[in-house]
C-alpha cells in the first residue's frame, strides 16, 4: 500500500530531487533546467578536486541508461504514467537518470578526482561527517575503502571513497522506503565502481 507525502514535506522532497538531477545536457529531448547546483564535494582545507578526470572519462558512457534501468527495474516495474528516460551528462562528470512517472524514479551518479589519497578522505570524511550529523544514515562495507549512505527523504545517497576517487550516488524512488531505496543505491554504486576503476 502506498502512502503520499502531501504539503510542504512533498514540495520540498520535489525540489530536493529535481536539483538532485538538474543542470546537465541532455541527451535526449528535455525541457530547460536550472543550472548545477554547486559542487557536491566539500573539502578540507588545502583539499581540492584535481583540473578533472580524464578526457575520456565519462560515466554516461560507462554506466549507461541501459544498465542504469536494469537496476532500477524493481521500482520501474510498476510504475504508471511514465515518460521516456532521460540521461542527462553534467559538466563535472557525473551523470542523471530519470524516469518520471509514478512512482517518480532516479538516480545521479557524481565522481571526484583528487590529487591525493589523503585529500580524497579528507573530502569524503567531511561529507560523512557533514551528512550524518545532519540526517539518518551508517556506514557500508563492501564498497569502496569506506561507504556511508545517508536517507535524505525520497532518496538513498551513498557516498564512498576508493583510493583518489569519491564517488556520489542518489537513488530516488518515491513512495518506497529507506532500505529498498539503499540496495538500489548499493548494486548501482558497485556497478559505477566497477567501470571506473
Request: net charge negative; aromatic share 6%.
Amino acid at each position: 500500500m502506498r502512502t503520499r507525502q502531501n504539503g510542504p514535506g512533498r514540495i520540498l522532497a520535489l525540489v530536493v530531487a529535481l536539483a538532485a538531477v538538474a543542470g546537465c545536457g541532455a541527451t535526449t529531448t528535455a525541457p530547460p533546467t536550472s543550472p548545477p547546483p554547486v559542487g557536491p564535494f566539500p573539502t578540507a582545507p588545502g583539499a581540492t578536486p584535481t583540473s578533472g578526470l580524464p578526457r575520456s572519462f565519462d560515466i554516461c558512457a560507462l554506466v549507461p541508461l541501459a544498465d542504469v534501468e536494469k537496476i532500477l527495474e524493481p521500482a520501474l516495474a510498476g510504475q504508471e504514467d511514465s515518460q521516456p528516460p532521460v540521461e542527462r551528462k553534467s559538466v563535472t562528470g557525473g551523470c542523471s537518470y530519470d524516469f518520471r512517472g509514478d512512482p517518480w524514479v532516479a538516480a545521479l551518479i557524481d565522481p571526484a578526482d583528487f590529487a591525493s589519497e589523503d585529500d580524497a578522505r579528507a573530502s569524503y570524511r567531511g561529507q560523512r561527517d557533514e551528512i550524518l550529523s545532519q540526517r539518518t544514515g551508517h556506514d557500508l562495507s563492501g564498497l569502496g575503502e569506506e561507504a556511508f549512505v545517508s536517507d535524505e527523504g525520497y532518496n538513498a545517497g551513498i557516498r564512498l571513497r576508493s583510493g583518489t576517487l569519491v564517488l556520489m550516488v542518489v537513488v530516488r524512488v518515491d513512495d518506497a522506503d529507506f532500505d529498498f531505496r539503499t540496495d538500489l543505491a548499493t548494486k548501482l554504486a558497485k556497478l559505477a565502481l566497477e567501470r571506473l576503476d
